[in-house]
């Protein structure tokens, strides 16, 4: 059974830092790319990086290009997402991905002063 749990979530001002974690159990996490999605209130699903197996690869979506990193760490199943000088518009649920469908429970970042 796949399980994808986030953590890491919470409140911080803007400008300030996150780091997001995701551990996966129940496929061979280094055989797959990982994504990480958000969805803010009233709008669609939208990717915001992903990593290949190996963690050779990376891909961004232009609006966090610069701030947000992410990584992985095969031997203990976990992705990450760096989120550095956040902004208010960064203010989503934060989805874990894997390929074919399979998707973490959330984890909200809300960016406030």
């Known amino acids: 059974q796949v399980q994808l749990v986030e953590s890491g979530g919470g409140l911080v001002q803007p400008g300030g830092s996150l780091t997001l974690s995701c551990v996966a159990s129940g496929f061979t996490f280094s055989s797959y790319t990982m994504r990480w999605y958000r969805q803010a209130p009233g709008k669609e699903r939208e990717l915001v990086a992903d990593i290949s197996g190996d963690g050779r690869s990376t891909n961004y979506a232009n609006s966090v290009k610069g701030r947000f990193t992410i990584s992985r760490n095969n031997a203990k199943r976990t992705v990450f997402l760096q989120m550095n000088s956040l902004k208010p518009e960064d203010t989503a649920v934060y989805y874990c991905?894997?390929?074919?469908?399979?998707w973490g429970q959330g984890t909200q970042v809300t960016v406030s002063s």
């Open positions: 991905n894997r390929p074919r469908g399979w």
